[in-house]
């Protein structure tokens, strides 16, 4: 944007200039004083604070001068030269002009339309109240979400609502005490949306969309996560009251719910921990800060923020069986070119804030990497694809938050490149510790958010500021065009190649089985992820795999517990090798008490030899009679299902028949 340099001789009048606050730099008094003289990009106006060429502080101020906007404008007060950057105000989008200088009279400002009259009345006069009327309007819906019959059914559903329904009207009865004691007042501000808050709020909501049509279970999530959105909105409103400011209404918590629900929920049972999910969110967003160019702002990424640490609680704990995690994993990648659905949605993003060079550097670095760990291997890092479909979103969601990335180019590339390096550390660690891998596009977030204010003066050092002051030839704007444009060119190459987005032979047993067979390394621990994703699908022939598995103490550690809970699910799918598999394992424990599991395993059986089975089956029902294990003890029915088993051909159905055939009496000796 050019600056344009304004001097007035004494004949001239000056401009129309419009005086703020510096104090109040971007509060919501400056907005509705710049929305009332008309100037309408003093709505978007930044925080900046300006140095005049005589080295004097300044002062923000707003010039209209023959229908330009001098935006961002100040007085120098040594030369009495106004410098700004100017703008056509009856233009709906900025349009800079090259340097030049102009001497002309003010004119009258226009009035405003009604949609700024609307704004400038709701920020200059903001809701007072001494009662936290909006956070117990919030309150009271996330109570009314409660006649829900998902909620009111459930038990734990249920006390997960109101135990933050509860928590939330504490805090504000707390505060309405203190109001009364004190006299101050609870403000609420309307903010207009910010461009960064509804834009990737829609672009999220367009992948919910596709995505649900491939995974219904999307759809019925709706009310639970408009819930948390509910319980977000009542939090953050609390808090800044509880901070001594008012609470600004607007999109921010949307984008918040929706980028923390497309990679974890917590199962209904469990549902409480999302809502201390959305808190610590909050809450890291809140307290975690630190001075950055100038001001304050929030560290972290909140959602990633969250999910990390949620997600470490889980690995540590081993309870991310209380998670749909894998689960959304799994079906994220099933749609239809969801990698180009992801791709368009995030061209979106990228061109309004820049931040192409992060997801650019981090999928090439990321598909270099597995390019050579299969060249080297002879399989696949990521088992079931060269790029996971939920990591290539972490790409475009996780990693392009402008307000916790860099600020410079070079530091944009260098924060992609450790991205990517980091989800290939992080993939190997969880698979090299047995537990699940969807959390590698997690963790890495906070740590690198950590380190932007180290990327930033790496980038300022040496020949990377020299390569950035070459590059500076070009605007930022087109700058990112170009970058869009490679990334583009390589996403492309990758799709068209079958590299992401084709149906991936890792995604097959054979593959691994065949891999295992031949020795190659790693195989034996993609055959078993493979196999638990089959059984997030509750595929029966899988869950019976690892239940051998598990017995055997083959590619994973000898568990019999874990075992038999993989026997039980697949009877209870209605496998009968699952139940046969179950009740072997039982009668082989001597003093092992039915569980019932096992008691609706010996059912399926004997209700599968009603129809006819295998000698097998009669055999382990027999077996169960005979010996008193999850039946009643009853010789003449186990000796029944015996002699079914040998009239089928089986010799030890004969065996055991013979071994309880009853003895003669002597009279039928004569």
Known sequence: MGLTALRFDPPMAPPQILRVDPTRRGSCASLAKGVRRGTREFLRAHRRANVCNGGARSERATARVDGWAYRNSFVCQKTNVIRSRRYRLDSTRESPLKRSSMHAQPTIPTAPTETEQWKASACAAPNRSRLPLAALGFIGLLLATTLLPRVHQNPNLLYAFFGSAGALLI????????????????????????????????????????WGTYWTDVFTEIPLILSQLVFLYALEALIAWSRGRAWRLGCGPIPIILS??????????????????????????????????????????????????????????????????????????????????????????QYFFSVTLMTLTAAATLALLSLIYKWHSGTYYFVFSNIPAPVFLGFHLLVTDPATSPRTNVGKTIFGFLYGCAVFVAYGILTQAGSLTVYDKLLPIPLLNLCVRWIDRIASVG????????????????????????WAALFLVMLGSGYVGAQHEGRTLEFWRKALAEGRPNAGKGLVEVLKAHTRADSTDAWNEMGGLYLRGELVPKDPTMAAKCFARASKLGSLAGSANLVTQFLAVEGAKPAKAVLFALDHLETQCAKGADPVIYRLVGRAYEFGKGRAQDASKARAYYKAACKLGDKDGCADAARLRPASRPSDSK
């Not at 609420?188 to 910010?194: G, H, I, K, S």
């Not at 909050?282 to 990390?308: Q, Y």
């Open 171 to 210: 805090w504000a009865a707390a505060l309405f005490a203190t109001g009364l004691r004190s006299g101050r007042t609870y403000d609420l501000e309307l903010v207009a949306p910010l461009k960064s808050h509804y834009i990737q709020g829609g672009v999220q909501l367009c992948i919910y969309g596709y």
């Open 463 to 486: 020949w990377l500021e020299r390569a950035a002051q070459k590059a500076s030839a070009l605007t930022p704007r087109r700058w990112n065009l170009v970058h869009m444009t490679a």
């Open 260 to 349: 923390t629900n497309v990679f974890l929920w917590f199962k209904d049972d469990w549902f409480a921990f999302q809502f201390a999910m959305i808190a610590l969110a909050a809450f890291g967003k809140e307290f975690v800060r630190w001075e950055r160019d100038g001001r304050r702002s929030h560290i972290f990424n909140p959602s990633a923020f969250a999910l990390a640490i949620v997600s470490v609680i889980l690995i540590a704990t081993g309870t991310t069986e209380y998670t749909w995690a894998g689960r959304i994993a799994d079906t994220f990648s099933k749609p239809e070119h969801i990698y180009l659905q992801v791709f368009l949605l995030g061209l979106i993003v």
